[in-house]
């Protein structure tokens, strides 16, 4: 079983609407999460941290289920530029604070 | 913010042939080195975790003697991917942590493609 798992998508969009998506990771122990934008053949710009509390960063919301051991992201009033793989990222202490990476959910914004 | 830079982003050797990708952070001090590489449509799959001055220590399954890496400074990591088989082709990224508040940067990542 992969460690970060995401439905690879894709997520085919309206412009203006909502788009929310999840990810699960089996480590219990995982301490810090966070949601990563990848565009096609660049490197991958973090979008936002999660914590424990849920947080908003604009149009976007990214939540934290720890019982479930699941984040989420929501996008509010999608643009064409949101246009990108979502790559859903954990890490913990034990294993030196490396970052381990989602499959990624793909987002296809359409007019 | 703190930039990484990576050189070269796309380069197409020969079978049989090693290439350097050279990571440079240019206003922080980058005491760990991650090196990534992922093939199409697939994730970032961790290759090998650098600290400044000491041995790299590779993930299963990626053979240490075949990429090598080098991180003799606070500000720069070399990955060189000898002997190179078409396998090999992939997009490699960096990702250095800055000593001082545990951030991430990526580098822009490097397209080898081995003909």
């Known amino acids: 079983r992969k460690e970060v798992e995401q439905d690879p998508g894709p997520f085919n969009v309206p412009e203006g609407a909502t788009v929310a998506f999840n990810c699960t990771y089996s480590n219990s122990a995982s301490q810090s999460f966070f949601w990563y934008r990848q565009d096609c053949r660049k490197e991958p710009k973090l979008l936002m941290s999660?914590?424990?509390s849920g947080n908003e960063d604009g149009r976007f919301t990214a939540q934290l289920n720890r019982a479930s051991q699941y984040i989420s992201l929501l996008i509010r009033d999608s643009k064409l530029s949101d246009s990108a793989t979502y790559l859903c990222v954990v890490s913990h202490k034990a294993a030196g604070n490396k970052l381990t990476f989602g499959g990624g959910t793909r987002v296809l914004v359409k007019p | 913010g703190a930039v990484v830079s990576q050189h070269p982003s796309r380069v197409i050797c020969k079978s049989g042939t090693s290439v350097k990708i050279e990571c440079r952070s240019l206003d922080f001090q980058a005491t760990t080195m991650f090196w990534y590489r992922q093939f199409p449509k697939q994730s970032l799959m961790l290759m090998a975790t650098s600290n400044e001055g000491s041995k790299a220590t590779y993930e299963q399954g990626v053979e240490k003697d075949k990429f090598l890496i080098n991180h003799a400074s606070l500000t720069l990591s070399t990955l060189t991917v000898t002997s190179a088989h078409p396998e090999d082709s992939s997009f490699y990224i960096c990702?250095?942590?800055?000593?001082?508040?545990?951030?991430?940067?990526f580098g822009s990542g490097t397209r080898l493609t081995v003909v």
């Open positions: 999660v914590y424990s």
């Open positions: 990702s250095a942590r800055d000593s001082g508040n545990y951030d991430y940067t």
